[in-house]
């Protein structure tokens, strides 16, 4: 089971917004380590998709953001596109694990 | 261009040993932390193992410690990924995958393609 909670599917129409929530506790999300987000098309490797929080990496477009709050953290996507398709992951730190801590995982589908 | 190319996945019996590798090209490697996660088929993303840029430290999760070893050649640029008393629920995607910052706040910006290890009598 994934330490940190995220929804196992939703979904949306072409040009809707969707969101996806992580929810974590005060051992990661909540002791203010950073939340990243992942994409991953089935077969391929994941892709960094949201990182510190709220920033894009080069080449991810502006319709896609993330945010945070408390224990728990977002991400939206806005104008869905087919494309938009996929899994998604977010990503933290537990100081009790003193690990790396992934979400398990959001089936995103374009309806 | 950052390229990170996984091998050495296969077949293994419960209990034995497999190793896998992770060549990298197109950055300074040994300045770089490096990390492998794992993916059962049809299920998330798990840590599975961490090596600091000059290999001399190591964490590792727990479904793992004691069974795996992770290490790295800076002077191949490859890391690798010693697993021992292989069982079932180690069947997965292997990636390896470049770690930027530190700490509780490093993220993942380059991953391999994976490698297939598959434990099964």
């Known amino acids: 089971q994934a330490v940190l909670t995220q929804p196992p599917s939703v979904s949306g129409a072409p040009g809707q917004r969707v969101t996806i929530s992580c929810t974590g506790s005060s051992s990661n999300i909540g002791a203010d380590y950073h939340v990243h987000w992942y994409q991953q098309v089935p077969g391929r490797a994941p892709k960094l998709l949201i990182y510190g929080n709220t920033d894009r990496p080069s080449g991810v477009p502006d319709r896609v953001s993330g945010s945070k709050s408390g224990t728990s953290a977002s991400l939206a996507i806005t104008g869905l596109q087919a494309e938009d398709e996929a899994d998604y992951y977010c990503?933290?730190?537990?100081?009790?694990?003193?690990?790396?801590?992934f979400g398990g995982g959001t089936k995103l589908t374009v309806l | 261009e950052v390229q990170l190319v996984e091998s050495g996945g296969g077949l293994a019996h419960p209990g034995e040993s497999l190793r896998i590798s992770c060549a990298a090209s197109?950055?300074?490697?040994?300045?770089?932390?490096m990390d492998w996660v794992r993916q059962a088929p049809g299920k998330g993303l798990v840590w599975v193992a961490r090596v600091e840029d000059d290999g001399g430290r190591t964490t590792y999760a727990d479904s793992v410690k004691g069974r795996f070893i992770v290490s790295r050649d800076n002077a191949k640029k490859t890391l690798s990924l010693q697993m021992n008393s292989l069982r079932g629920e180690d069947t997965a995607v292997y990636y390896c995958?470049?770690?930027w910052g530190y700490g509780g706040y490093a993220r993942y910006d380059f991953w391999g393609q994976g490698i297939l290890v598959t434990v099964s009598s």
């Open positions: 990503q933290s730190y537990d100081s009790s694990l003193s690990g790396v801590v």
């Open positions: 995958a470049r770690v």
């Open positions: 197109g950055f300074t490697f040994s300045t770089y932390w």
